[in-house]
């Protein structure tokens, strides 16, 4: 196990200087000159030259990319084209923003996921399996940039309810924008979770199928265990094995998608500042922020082929 | 189970057990009117090709079948009850505590996820209510009666840690956990390579006698009825041809199938599945199942009569058991018939 | 298989590898059949080409048609799913947009599943070195979330529909690499690869005869499935604005014009979202469907 994690963290470094690589060249990759781009067509020319001088780029190409690693790992990602600010302050709190964005999204997701994916198994073929299917069909199948903003009309604008309905005239219970307390949280979660529990719900449907037809369900009926713990100890212990990939290319997913959910709602996130960032041709930002979702993303991978090798335990080292 | 138990001489008995399996267009008769009896304290061998209906009639007893599978008629008489009468809570009571069942497959009826003691103490916590210290405790014990050396290191290990005769150890551990009164073994050594296989069927046979329980041994290998078993049913698509003591049985056999069966036990030891030869033919289909005796289209000696007409399972003086119009009065073929002699024939059509 | 090289042994000179492939089609072909959602997801999909052909014909209005009167109408008998800001008839526009949402799905499937396919195929039967190298590649562009790197490669071409295009393409080469590469791997283990070898067949003949059209079905499901993930991120990129430029009726586009009359005209935003919830959801039941049905374990 040790070995495998030793492993698994040595095979991450060319990936890590691959996607520093990457990163670096987006500013060199775009058509034209990155400084004039910067500075805007109509600007002077001190100006431009000035830009070139502070982003080095005047030195040959491995030099630009050695001080560009060699910063980044202490921390210095460059500034802001547009505060002046270091990119790594402008990251800052959006960071934990976005993170805790993908988190609650995540919870959310497998919390749901798994609880409609052992429903679906364990009443196979059932009104509520398909109902349930189908709804997970949809889920996956929305862009949620429009469940975001289905989501503020309904409950953020919010419907007028008939007259009959006691207590409650309207559907405005959640905020349509922001990032901090409950009623803000409720809709980007829910819009950024939901195409991630509808993977995870068929995924632990049919990993759980299979698991219900191996021998040992049938070996722990034959012991006299009860069909509630056949079903939760027994056949969803070994049915999540598949579903913790599952959720740890989600978390991913959710990274990514946390971009468009972040601009719906206004959520002052990583997202959002890549977008900003690139609306304002703020390449520093643009390209320290990539970074650092990459390297989260990475980092979740990591963690979650540990988890998976350590609850696999059949999976035999190569 | 409170009540004083009624006076029984059989663990159990089955009386014309009907398990059917309903697919779209037709009812498969798995098990078709199985009847037989296990005296308390005895060993019973089933034995018949694959397909016969073994397994299915064993998932039966402990109402363990899956969709579509159904129990259809008949009754199963567990120390004189009828366990189709039993609620589902009840049926988990006597499950792996009154009647334990070991699998197949050794090397799949383990759960992966959970240790070797884990798993042999959930049935000491469902049925005896004891704590996790002292499951685990008797999990040591049991796996040291079944032999598994340094039982104290085991019991901390996983399935995939162990080979698969370990594993069949575990699975009679386990099912031996409560002291049940009924052990139903289904192929319990198949999966495993033959010197392992013996010390596994000297296993259960010690125990048995230790222990005093009855077993249902379902196996392809009449070698293995002879060495292990008190009794033998012989079945055939989903119905018994024969019941006998052993000794009877491999000394004047008397249904076609099962000395068809005898003769073609091969020297090494093997399963007869392989080396059905000598029985021409092979299992019908569930769908062109014959309306006569099953086993006409591939009996030897079967005429007109055996091609019409079921024969009825027909018990005598001695209490055996015999499926087959040859023993009959109706019997219209030769009267002098020898079903041992004449069977050599059907070599022929290899 | 033990079969087929019997078969190659016996006859030294004609060489037929096994060809399941019209038996599995026939099987294929017959268990789709009966998969209703499906069938359902495949006729949907004609129906959509067919619009995204013969529709603009007969739109009732013009796509850029702009009536400022008539703005932000609510669905009436005029205009069936109202109009947007500029007073355009949004039925129209979903409509004449078809096209170009189908377009990017299958040419970024196009594109990205071509380059994968060559990647996957080119690693799995090479192995050693080349196969540890395009792999590694592979991995550096799955480091980051798909969107994010079509993101990136939009931030560097320039937003337009065709680089979103291409951005897209991008982001899905290292999923068939990998799909295509597990699966040269398995057909390269068959013993007729072998022989092919002994005997001299070039390498590009074993992988274009005999290797792709062994692993087409599973290129075949991802592709369908990726049509849908496509779909959302090329209108996900539209609806920042990195994608379509205005008047272009992109359907993201004209979700992000929505967006801004929630209040008192939330269709401008619904309808456009519905009907890229109706391709997509066509091209998952159908991927769906293949799946099941190239896979030899479910039933017919
Ligand atoms: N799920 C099912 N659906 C339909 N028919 C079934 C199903 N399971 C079993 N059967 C039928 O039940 C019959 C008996 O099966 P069973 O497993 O009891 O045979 P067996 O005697 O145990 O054979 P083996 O020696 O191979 O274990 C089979 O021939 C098959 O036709
Ligand atoms: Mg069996």
Same mark, same amino acid.
């Given at each position: 196990?040790?070995?495998?994690?030793?492993?698994?963290?040595?095979? =991450?470094?060319?990936?890590?200087?691959?996607?520093?690589?990457?990163?670096?060249?987006?500013?060199?990759?775009?058509?034209?000159?990155?400084?004039?781009?910067?500075?805007?067509?109509?600007?002077?020319?001190?100006?431009?030259?000035?830009?070139?001088?502070?982003?080095?780029?005047?030195?040959?190409?491995?030099?630009?990319?050695?001080? &560009?690693?060699?910063?980044?790992?202490?921390?210095?990602?460059?500034?802001?084209?547009?505060?002046?600010?270091?990119?790594?302050?402008?990251?800052?709190?959006?960071?934990?923003? =976005?993170?805790?964005?993908?988190?609650?999204?995540?919870?959310?997701?497998?919390?749901?996921?798994?609880?409609?994916?052992?429903?679906?198994?364990?009443?196979? &073929?059932?009104?509520?399996?398909?109902?349930?299917?189908?709804?997970?069909?949809?889920?996956?199948?929305?862009?949620?940039?429009?469940?975001?903003?289905?989501?503020?009309?309904?409950?953020?604008?919010?419907?007028?309810?008939?007259?009959?309905?006691?207590?409650?005239?309207?559907?405005?219970?959640?905020?349509?924008?922001?990032?901090?307390?409950?009623?803000?949280?409720?809709?980007?979660?829910?819009?950024?979770?939901?195409?991630?529990?509808?993977? @995870?719900?068929?995924?632990?449907?049919?990993?759980?199928?299979?698991?219900?037809?191996?021998?040992?369900?049938?070996?722990?009926?034959?012991?006299?265990?009860?069909?509630?713990?056949?079903?939760?100890?027994?056949?969803?212990?070994?049915?999540?094995?598949?579903?913790?990939?599952?959720?740890?290319?989600?978390?991913?997913?959710?990274?990514?998608?946390?971009?468009?959910?972040?601009?719906?709602?206004?959520?002052?996130?990583?997202?959002?500042?890549?977008?900003?960032?690139?609306?304002?041709?703020?390449?520093?930002?643009?390209?320290?922020?990539?970074?650092?979702?990459?390297?989260?993303?990475?980092?979740?991978?990591? %963690?979650?082929?540990?988890?998976?090798?350590?609850?696999?335990?059949?999976?035999?080292?190569? | 189970?409170?009540?004083?138990?009624?006076?029984?001489?059989?663990?159990?008995?089955?009386?014309?057990?009907?398990?059917?399996?309903?697919?779209?267009?037709?009812?498969?008769?798995?098990?078709?009117?199985?009847?037989?009896?296990?005296?308390?304290?005895?060993?019973?061998?089933?034995?018949?090709?694959?397909?016969?209906?073994?397994?299915?009639?064993?998932?039966?007893?402990?109402?363990?079948?899956?969709?579509?599978?159904?129990?259809?008629?008949?009754?199963?008489?567990?120390?004189?009850?009828?366990?189709?009468?039993?609620?589902?809570?009840?049926?988990?009571?006597?499950?792996?505590?009154?009647?334990?069942?070991?699998?197949?497959?050794?090397?799949?009826?383990?759960?992966?996820?959970? =240790?070797?003691?884990?798993?042999?103490?959930?049935?000491?916590?469902?049925?005896?209510?004891?704590?996790?210290?002292?499951?685990?405790?008797?999990?040591?014990?049991?796996?040291?009666?079944?032999?598994?050396?340094?039982?104290?290191?085991?019991?901390?290990?996983?399935?995939?840690?162990?080979?698969?005769?370990?594993?069949?150890?575990?699975?009679?551990?386990?099912?031996?956990?409560?002291?049940?009164?009924?052990?139903?073994?289904?192929?319990?050594?198949?999966?495993?390579?033959?010197?392992?296989?013996?010390?596994?069927?000297?296993?259960?046979?010690?125990?048995?006698?230790?222990?005093?329980?009855?077993?249902?041994?379902?196996?392809?290998?009449?070698?293995?009825?002879?060495?292990?078993?008190?009794?033998?049913?012989?079945?055939?698509?989903?119905?018994?041809?024969?019941?006998?003591?052993?000794?009877?049985?491999?000394?004047?056999?008397?249904?076609?199938?099962?000395?068809?069966?005898?003769?073609?036990?091969?020297?090494?030891?093997?399963?007869?599945?392989?080396?059905?030869?000598?029985?021409?033919?092979?299992?019908?289909?569930?769908?062109?199942?014959?309306?006569?005796?099953?086993?006409?289209?591939?009996?030897?000696?079967? =005429?007109?009569?055996?091609?019409?007409?079921?024969?009825?399972?027909?018990?005598?003086?001695?209490?055996?058991?015999?499926?087959?119009?040859?023993?009959?009065?109706?019997?219209?073929?030769?009267?002098?018939?020898?079903?041992?002699?004449?069977?050599?024939?059907?070599?022929?059509?290899? | 298989?033990?079969?087929?090289?019997?078969?190659?042994?016996?006859?030294?000179?004609?060489?037929?590898?096994?060809?399941?492939?019209?038996?599995?089609?026939?099987?294929?072909?017959?268990?789709?059949?009966?998969?209703?959602?499906?069938?359902?997801?495949?006729?949907?999909?004609?129906?959509?080409?067919?619009?995204?052909?013969?529709?603009?014909?007969?739109?009732?209005? %013009?796509?850029?048609?702009?009536?400022?009167?008539?703005?932000?109408?609510?669905?009436?008998?005029?205009?069936?799913?109202?109009?947007?800001?500029?007073?355009?008839?949004?039925?129209?526009?979903?409509?004449?947009?078809?096209?170009?949402?189908?377009?990017?799905?299958?040419?970024?499937?196009?594109?990205?599943?071509?380059?994968?396919?060559?990647?996957?195929?080119?690693?799995?039967?090479?192995?050693?070195?080349?196969?540890?190298?395009?792999?590694?590649?592979?991995?550096?562009?799955?480091?980051?979330?798909?969107?994010?790197? %079509?993101?990136?490669?939009?931030?560097?071409?320039?937003?337009?529909?065709?680089?979103?295009?291409?951005?897209?393409?991008?982001?899905?080469?290292?999923?068939?690499?990998?799909?295509?590469?597990?699966?040269?791997?398995?057909?390269?283990?068959?013993?007729?690869?072998?022989?092919?070898?002994?005997?001299?067949?070039?390498?590009?003949?074993?992988?274009?005869?005999?290797?792709?059209?062994?692993?087409?079905?599973?290129?075949?499901?991802?592709?369908?499935?990726?049509?849908?993930?496509?779909?959302?991120?090329?209108?996900?990129?539209?609806?920042?604005?990195?994608?379509?430029?205005?008047?272009?009726?992109?359907?993201?586009?004209?979700?992000?014009?929505?967006?801004?009359?929630?209040?008192?005209?939330?269709?401008?935003?619904?309808?456009?979202?519905?009907? @890229?919830?109706?391709?997509?959801?066509?091209?998952?039941?159908?991927?769906?469907?293949?799946?099941?049905?190239?896979?030899?374990?479910?039933?017919?």
């Amino acid at each position: 196990m040790f070995k495998f994690i030793i492993r698994r963290i040595i095979q =991450t470094i060319p990936v890590l200087i691959g996607v520093s690589i990457l990163v670096f060249s987006m500013m060199h990759l775009v058509p034209g000159d990155p400084a004039q781009i910067m500075a805007g067509e109509s600007a002077p020319k001190e100006q431009v030259e000035n830009i070139r001088e502070r982003l080095g780029l005047n030195d040959p190409l491995p030099v630009q990319y050695f001080n &560009y690693v060699k910063d980044a790992v202490q921390g210095d990602l460059g500034n802001s084209m547009r505060s002046g600010r270091d990119v790594t302050t402008e990251i800052g709190a959006r960071f934990w923003v =976005t993170l805790e964005l993908a988190i609650y999204s995540t919870v959310l997701a497998v919390f749901v996921g798994l609880i409609v994916g052992v429903i679906s198994a364990t009443k196979r &073929y059932s009104f509520a399996d398909t109902s349930l299917m189908i709804i997970a069909l949809f889920g996956l199948s929305m862009p949620n940039f429009w469940l975001g903003l289905m989501l503020i009309q309904w409950f953020a604008i919010g419907i007028d309810l008939p007259s009959w309905v006691p207590f409650i005239n309207d559907t405005s219970w959640f905020k349509p924008s922001g990032w901090g307390s409950f009623a803000q949280v409720v809709l980007p979660v829910v819009t950024l979770g939901t195409a991630s529990a509808a993977i @995870i719900a068929r995924m632990t449907r049919s990993s759980m199928l299979d698991v219900i037809d191996q021998d040992y369900i049938r070996t722990a009926r034959a012991k006299g265990v009860k069909e509630r713990v056949v079903i939760y100890r027994h056949a969803l212990k070994n049915a999540l094995i598949p579903v913790v990939t599952v959720v740890g290319l989600q978390f991913g997913g959710l990274l990514g998608g946390a971009v468009l959910t972040e601009s719906v709602f206004a959520v002052n996130g990583m997202g959002k500042l890549i977008i900003d960032s690139i609306r304002a041709r703020d390449f520093p930002v643009v390209q320290g922020t990539i970074l650092v979702v990459a390297l989260l993303f990475i980092f979740v991978n990591l %963690a979650v082929d540990i988890t998976y090798r350590y609850l696999n335990k059949r999976i035999d080292l190569d | 189970m409170t009540s004083a138990p009624n006076s029984y001489e059989n663990i159990l008995e089955l009386n014309d057990l009907q398990t059917s399996f309903f697919t779209k267009d037709l009812e498969v008769k798995a098990v078709d009117g199985v009847s037989f009896a296990i005296p308390k304290g005895k060993i019973l061998g089933v034995v018949g090709e694959s397909g016969s209906g073994k397994s299915i009639t064993s998932l039966s007893i402990l109402r363990l079948l899956k969709e579509p599978g159904k129990i259809v008629g008949g009754e199963i008489k567990f120390k004189g009850e009828n366990l189709l009468d039993k609620s589902e809570a009840n049926m988990r009571k006597i499950r792996g505590n009154e009647i334990s069942m070991i699998f197949q497959e050794p090397m799949t009826s383990l759960n992966p996820t959970f =240790t070797v003691g884990q798993q042999i103490s959930e049935a000491y916590k469902i049925h005896q209510g004891l704590n996790k210290k002292q499951a685990k405790q008797r999990s040591v014990d049991m796996l040291k009666l079944v032999g598994i050396p340094s039982p104290e290191k085991r019991v901390n290990q996983y399935p995939h840690e162990l080979s698969g005769g370990m594993r069949q150890r575990v699975m009679i551990a386990m099912a031996l956990a409560c002291n049940p009164e009924l052990l139903i073994a289904d192929e319990p050594t198949t999966a495993l390579d033959v010197t392992i296989q013996a010390q596994i069927l000297d296993l259960i046979k010690d125990l048995q006698e230790r222990l005093g329980m009855g077993v249902l041994l379902i196996t392809h290998d009449l070698g293995v009825v002879a060495e292990t078993c008190d009794y033998v049913a012989v079945m055939y698509c989903g119905k018994v041809v024969e019941y006998t003591d052993t000794k009877t049985l491999f000394k004047d056999a008397k249904h076609p199938y099962t000395v068809g069966l005898m003769k073609s036990i091969p020297q090494h030891d093997q399963d007869i599945e392989g080396d059905l030869a000598v029985i021409r033919g092979s299992v019908p289909s569930p769908a062109e199942m014959p309306k006569g005796c099953r086993f006409a289209p591939r009996c030897p000696f079967a =005429t007109e009569l055996c091609r019409e007409k079921l024969p009825d399972l027909v018990t005598d003086e001695e209490g055996n058991q015999i499926r087959c119009w040859i023993y009959s009065d109706e019997w219209d073929g030769d009267p002098e018939v020898n079903v041992h002699a004449e069977t050599e024939r059907t070599t022929e059509s290899y | 298989m033990s079969q087929s090289t019997e078969h190659i042994e016996n006859t030294r000179t004609v060489i037929k590898p096994p060809n399941p492939r019209f038996k599995n089609w026939k099987i294929v072909y017959r268990k789709l059949k009966k998969n209703k959602s499906a069938m359902v997801g495949g006729f949907l999909i004609l129906f959509l080409i067919i619009v995204a052909i013969i529709g603009p014909y007969f739109t009732p209005y %013009a796509p850029s048609t702009q009536d400022i009167l008539n703005k932000l109408q609510s669905p009436s008998a005029d205009h069936w799913l109202g109009t947007d800001n500029f007073g355009r008839d949004i039925f129209s526009r979903i409509i004449h947009g078809t096209h170009l949402t189908l377009i990017v799905g299958f040419f970024s499937v196009l594109l990205g599943g071509a380059a994968g396919v060559l990647i996957g195929i080119t690693a799995g039967y090479y192995g050693g070195r080349i196969d540890s190298i395009l792999m590694r590649l592979m991995d550096i562009l799955l480091a980051f979330p798909s969107i994010l790197l %079509a993101l990136a490669i939009v931030t560097v071409l320039g937003g337009s529909l065709q680089n979103v295009i291409i951005a897209v393409a991008i982001s899905s080469v290292p999923v068939f690499a990998r799909i295509v590469r597990g699966s040269t791997l398995s057909v390269k283990k068959l013993e007729y690869i072998d022989a092919m070898r002994a005997l001299g067949a070039s390498d590009a003949r074993i992988i274009f005869k005999h290797i792709f059209p062994n692993i087409t079905s599973p290129i075949i499901v991802q592709a369908t499935l990726n049509i849908a993930t496509a779909i959302l991120s090329a209108s996900g990129l539209s609806f920042l604005g990195l994608g379509a430029q205005p008047p272009q009726p992109e359907w993201g586009a004209m979700l992000s014009d929505g967006r801004n009359f929630l209040y008192n005209a939330p269709h401008v935003a619904l309808f456009p979202g519905l009907a @890229i919830v109706l391709v997509v959801l066509a091209f998952n039941m159908l991927g769906d469907g293949l799946r099941d049905a190239f896979d030899p374990k479910t039933k017919e």
